[in-house]
């Protein structure tokens, strides 16, 4: 977003970010996507930041602040590295935010400030093999018996899951119910018969940590239920509705990345005794590039805003989210383009950000579940 409509201290979040994200995690990015390697040093860097404590409450260890502005720093993360932001996105927003918002004083005082320093790493297990749009579909089992969940299941697809400490588990005390027999359970890494499987291959975001999770007669205490026993998935389509708004800022800064990248070599790069930039055609390609990266940053800050105002924001976060990850995927095939054949080759930046940029049209709701909750809202 443009100085002018930047706060003061949304303006000095986003340039402190921005100049860890040029320093630190542009530098790196190629190596640990390449590698398929969790990027420690990046996550220690944001922690030494104060950026785990964002929008938490200082008492359990926070820093406080605002949607914009944690919107704004995921952006900011994404420019630099793709997989560093969505670990951290998945971290906060959907492991820390969930116990923020929904836990007891007992939790938060327990897992808020070890996550909010980074000091353990969370994950959110939702998805399976069978349930992946249709999260109420879920098989993966919580039946109590007597102080403890019995839980057997599968989960798949969960970021952050090899390298986590503490999991947000979603899961059912009876499937045919769907939604309405859900509960929100925080798990800890090492629990008994908890197996975690790092799954290897994506196409992009490789740095950042995928696994599947399974449960075999896996005892957690009653106790460590986050909120009312079977409002677990009101409490998850509450925070999801939320993050959206940080995976639609994470597009916006691949997509920016992008252009940045397309900018630079256009200027550079001569063909036929000219620089391409003097091309009219690559003119108008890099002109609908800016336009409508700014536009996907506005309907980001605008779905934040509303959060931030206690006003209704579902909508707008979809609609964010749909727009964001489709200029993402856009604007990173017109830089591919632009760079010709050496944008196709590792380690040209945008041959990274044009695999990077695919996953944001399908995690966190996908682009057709984007649709139908827009759709759905707009004619009530």
């Not at 994200?21 to 996507?33: E, T």
């Not at 590295?81 to 929904?102: D, G, P």
């Not at 979809?318 to 856009?330: G, N, P, Q, T």
Request: hydrophobic share 40%.
């Amino acid at each position: 977003m443009t100085n002018e409509l930047l706060a003061e201290n949304e303006l000095l979040i986003r340039n402190t970010v921005r100049d860890f994200s040029d320093q630190a995690l542009a530098p790196r990015a190629a190596k640990y996507d390449g590698n398929e390697q969790f990027p420690l040093d990046n996550i220690q860097g944001l922690s030494e930041l104060g950026l785990f404590g964002l929008t938490v409450a200082e008492r359990y260890g926070g820093g406080g602040g605002t949607t914009r502005q944690l919107a704004i720093v995921s952006e900011e993360i994404a420019r630099g590295c793709a997989a560093t932001s969505v670990i951290y996105i998945a971290h906060l927003a959907l492991c820390t935010q969930f116990i923020h918002t929904f836990g007891n004083e007992v939790q938060k005082k327990k897992y808020l400030p070890v996550l909010c320093s980074a000091e353990k790493i969370g994950a959110f297990a939702l998805t399976e093999p069978e349930s992946g749009s249709d999260a109420a579909a879920m098989r993966t089992s919580a039946i109590i018996e007597g102080d403890n969940y019995i839980i057997n299941g599968t989960k798949h697809f969960i970021t952050n899951a090899p390298d986590a400490d503490i999991f947000i588990l979603i899961a059912t005390q009876d499937y045919k119910l769907r939604s309405k027999a859900v509960d929100a359970i925080i798990v800890e890494k090492g629990s008994n018969g908890m197996t975690v499987r790092p799954m290897h291959g994506k196409m992009g975001i490789r740095a950042s940590s995928v696994a599947e999770i399974t449960f075999e007669d896996c005892h957690v205490p009653v106790e460590n239920r986050i909120g009312e026993e079977r409002d677990g998935f009101k409490e998850t389509m509450e925070m999801l509705n939320l993050s959206r708004i940080y995976i639609a800022a994470q597009a916006v800064g691949i997509a920016q990345a992008s252009y940045e990248a397309a900018i630079s070599y256009a200027k550079y790069r001569k063909a036929f005794g000219t620089n391409l930039s003097d091309f009219q055609g690559i003119r108008w390609i890099l002109s609908d590039m800016a336009t409508n990266i700014e536009a996907a940053r506005l309907l980001v800050q605008k779905a934040a805003t509303l959060k931030d105002n206690g006003l209704p924001f579902v909508t707008e976060a979809s609609m964010a989210k749909l727009f964001a990850s489709r200029i993402a995927v856009e604007s990173a095939d017109k830089a591919l383009q632009i760079h010709g054949g050496i944008g196709y080759f590792a380690p040209t930046p945008v041959e990274r950000y044009y695999r990077d940029a695919k996953v944001t049209e399908i995690y966190e709701g996908s682009s057709e579940i984007q649709k139908l909750i827009i759709a759905r809202n707009i004619l009530g």
